[in-house]
């Protein structure tokens, strides 16, 4: 075909396909930026679950289209070969959980069914639970970028089966390729960590409300277009950058660019103004004035007259409690020993110690609200809480003292006795649909805490604190989030600190590494 100038007119099949792969990738990236919008909104499992269908369902179908394309294959007529490639896609959203899953991945987590006590033996075994997930992770995740040109072979005519696209995937796979291959995604982590950092030291010299909400947009595209442009890469799915005719892909990126902006910037948290903060002193020690969990750290401490002085306690293996924030205590010639697991005199033996009796009778003299931690392990006796609301219950009921512990059980068992103690649930995690738990407030690790879990838990309306806020960011992140009170040993600071929205909203972005990484 010839145009009236007499030159050569012919649309490049090539270019078609290159032009196709680029509109349907921005495509995906509005879906995906409409599906987090809709679950910021919503809040329930229904629509999690619609969402993670979609989610999966668009990425197959992008991930469906780019190998089409190439070789002009389909899965019509080969029903193995297209379960195979649905389970692939399901596998490879579960793989990609650790990066974010797109900012899904913080849905997921708030939204796991938690019973209290598997929370409390999640948290308390945490550590070599997380290492054990992390093992298996890293060995999966190798082996899937050993063979990750699969899905390739599976549409290709050298491979009309799958276990003959798995022979040729694991031929021409290597060591050195899948190595690679998680540079590359080191690589991807670094690049959309670092844009976030830089955008958020814009807003904090430039502050502008606008440029907030246009910076959280540009976030949203950029770390979901880095995460699903490198994905397809990993699993060899060719998607060009380089585009002959840019009419059609330059308007496919300004408008999904607009729309993910859009939708982007303006759902979510944007920040409020922050409610007075209520000050809790982390062990009773306020600007290293004494030593964590002493009487005389208390006595001292309370002359300055903060709303709560939070403090911890253990049980000993004769049904004592002392003030130990630590569950292990060295005993000479044992070693490390769990604390319940030892009696009280064996402890005294080698290291001073105070009954939490005697400091909840200073804490009642010079009347000073505690919020008291109750440690658990392992190895805590069952029926910890009961007796432990036995023995205080009348000094437990002097002043508006609090209880809090990442036992559950055991917090419940307190409330039993004492129904207008207020009891409260600490959780570093912030894993699972814990809004669900009954307790009367939240402690919660302010480092892992996400924008998300926080809505979903003042939805229940009930306080939440944050620990250990010792930094001045930290602080005015918390506060700026909306929490209603900070665990702090830095309290004078806190008591002192001076948060204007428009000039610290800006520590919200930081909140997008939790979400992408």
């Not at 899953?101 to 708030?110: E, H, V, Y």
């Not at 031929?171 to 690049?191: K, Y």
Request: aromatic fraction near 10%; charged fraction near 15%; proline fraction near 3%.
């Amino acid at each position: 075909m010839f145009n009236h100038h007499g030159r050569l007119f012919i649309w490049d099949d090539e270019m078609k396909i290159k032009q196709r792969e680029f509109v349907f990738l921005i495509g995906f990236i509005c879906l995906l930026a409409v599906l987090r919008a809709v679950q910021i909104s919503f809040q329930n499992d229904w629509t999690l679950g619609i969402s993670l269908g979609a989610l999966a369902g668009g990425l197959g179908y992008l991930i469906y289209q780019g190998l089409q394309t190439r070789s002009h294959l389909s899965l019509i007529g080969r029903p193995q070969a297209a379960i195979i490639f649905c389970l692939c896609v399901i596998w490879i959203c579960i793989l990609w959980l650790p990066f974010g899953l797109f900012g899904f991945t913080i849905f997921i987590q708030a939204s796991i069914p938690l019973s209290g006590s598997a929370f409390t033996w999640l948290t308390i075994n945490r550590y070599p639970i997380i290492i054990i997930l992390v093992a298996i992770y890293l060995v999966l995740l190798f082996l899937t970028l050993r063979v990750r040109k699969f899905l390739a072979y599976l549409f290709s005519d050298m491979a009309n089966k799958p276990g003959r696209a798995l022979q040729l995937a694991i031929a021409t796979g290597s060591l050195r390729d899948a190595w690679r291959s998680c540079l590359q995604l080191v690589c991807m982590l670094i690049g959309v960590m670092v844009t976030i950092v830089v955008a958020a030291f814009v807003n904090a010299v430039v502050h502008q409300n606008w440029l907030f909400v246009i910076t959280k947009g540009i976030i949203v595209f950029g770390a979901s277009f880095v995460n699903v442009w490198m994905l397809l890469r990993l699993l060899d799915i060719p998607v060009s950058l380089r585009v002959d005719r840019w009419h059609w892909p330059l308007f496919a990126l300004l408008f999904g660019f607009c729309i993910t902006m859009l939708i982007g910037g303006l759902s979510g948290a944007n920040g409020s103004e922050p409610r007075s903060q209520m000050i809790i002193v982390h062990r009773g020690v306020i600007n290293h004035n004494g030593v964590g969990n002493t009487i005389a750290a208390l006595e001292k401490s309370s002359q300055a007259h903060f709303p709560y002085i939070e403090m911890d306690i253990q049980e000993t293996s004769d049904h004592q409690f002392i003030c130990a924030h630590d569950n292990g205590v060295r005993i000479p010639g044992k070693g490390v020993q769990e604390i319940d697991t030892v009696p009280l005199s064996t402890i005294r033996k080698y290291h001073r110690v105070e009954l939490f009796r005697d400091y909840l009778r200073v804490a009642n003299r010079v009347k000073q609200p505690l919020i008291i931690e109750l440690k658990v392990t392992n190895h805590s006796d069952k029926l910890m809480g009961t007796r432990f609301a036995d023995k205080f219950k009348a000094g437990l009921t002097k002043l508006p003292h609090r209880v809090h512990s990442i036992g559950y059980p055991y917090l419940r068992q307190i409330k039993q006795q004492i129904p207008s103690l207020k009891i409260g649930l600490v959780t570093m995690l912030n894993v699972g649909d814990i809004s669900k738990l009954n307790v009367d407030f939240y402690t919660m690790e302010h480092l892992t805490l996400t924008n998300y879990m926080l809505k979903v838990i003042k939805g229940s309306h009930r306080p939440v604190y944050t620990w250990t806020d010792n930094s001045h960011l930290g602080m005015i992140r918390s506060a700026v989030m909306g929490v209603d009170g900070q665990v702090t040993g830095q309290a004078k600071k806190l008591a002192s600190l001076k948060i204007n929205l428009n000039r610290d909203r800006w520590v919200l972005l930081l909140n997008f590494l939790k979400d992408y990484l």
